[in-house]
């Protein structure tokens, strides 16, 4: 299952790279069900990975003056602050939860697996319905409306905080319709507030867990290669065109987490 898992995170790096987000919803599901991880330590886990490989994807984006500093910084200020307190207060208040509904024990695996796999369809709809009408109906460079987008800054650091997702996904139709960017700057300013998001977010983690440093450099370093990988196939490939296709194999898998959790658990 570990090669399995590798080959998986490779495939994380080269949709981070080409897409610009969704690949890193599939962080959590590959720890957890290809590397033995415990839930809750695999989103601690999924926002260094997604942290760092973001980090080196913003470079390559910079390089080509596709970030946006100033909206990053803007955006990231709300994010960054909700993530770390998430990871730092909320996270150990989920750890050894148990409740029982409706006769069915949901221990806390269960829980952050259901939640994710939530999670994961909701991403899932955004791109197979949602972008397609991303640069048709984005509002003007004019009109940015901040307050909406710190708004949605502590809404996306939520998520981020809670479930270890980059955010990407909920990020770019943000900055495309909210802010008026244009789609490569959305892709590449993202890719720099999910890099804050997620390292700042880790580090809220550092005392709570206990790190297997090997196993998160060794998928890390995959995923690094995967988005320089990715980076180089956008030139050639237009990523908007792949994403309605991943999507439905996120919906798939969200649904297939859904059943393992329940039904088949």
């Known amino acids: 299952m570990e090669i399995a898992g590798y080959i998986a ?18 962080t959590v599901p590959v720890m957890v069900y290809l590397f033995g991880v ?31 500093i100033k909206i990053a910084v803007l955006f990231g200020f709300s994010s960054v602050i909700t993530v770390f307190f998430t ?3 909320i996270i150990p208040a989920i750890k050894g939860l148990t409740l029982t509904v409706a006769g069915f024990k949901i221990t806390e695996p269960i829980f952050t697996m259901i939640l994710f796999s939530l999670l994961m369809i909701v991403a ?12 048709e109906k984005r509002t003007s460079s004019k009109n940015k409306n901040f307050s909406r987008l710190f708004l949605f800054g502590i809404i996306i650091g939520f998520i981020t905080g809670l479930l270890g997702a980059g955010g990407g996904f909920l990020l770019i139709p943000t900055l495309v319709l909210v802010i008026g960017l244009p789609i490569k700057e959305a892709v590449g300013t993202s890719l720099l507030i999910i890099a804050a998001n997620s390292l700042i977010g880790f580090t809220g983690d550092l005392g709570h867990f206990i790190i297997e440093w090997k196993l998160l450099l060794t998928v890390t370093l995959i995923a690094i290669i995967g988005i320089l990988l990715g980076g180089q196939l956008a030139k050639k490939i237009e990523g908007e065109k792949l994403k309605k296709a991943f999507g439905w194999f996120i919906l798939v898998m969200g649904i297939y987490i859904i059943a393992k959790e329940t039904l088949l658990h």
């Open 9 to 26: 995170s490779l495939i994380i790096g080269i949709s981070l790279g080409l897409i610009g987000g969704g690949g890193s919803i599939l």
């Open 38 to 68: 415990q839930p809750l330590l695999a989103t601690s886990y999924s926002l260094f990975v997604v942290g760092v490989t973001s980090l080196f994807g913003t470079i390559t984006n910079f390089r080509n003056g596709l970030v946006n």
């Open 87 to 89: 990871r730092k207060l």
């Open 124 to 135: 899932a709809y955004t791109m197979i319905v949602k972008q397609s009408n991303a640069t």
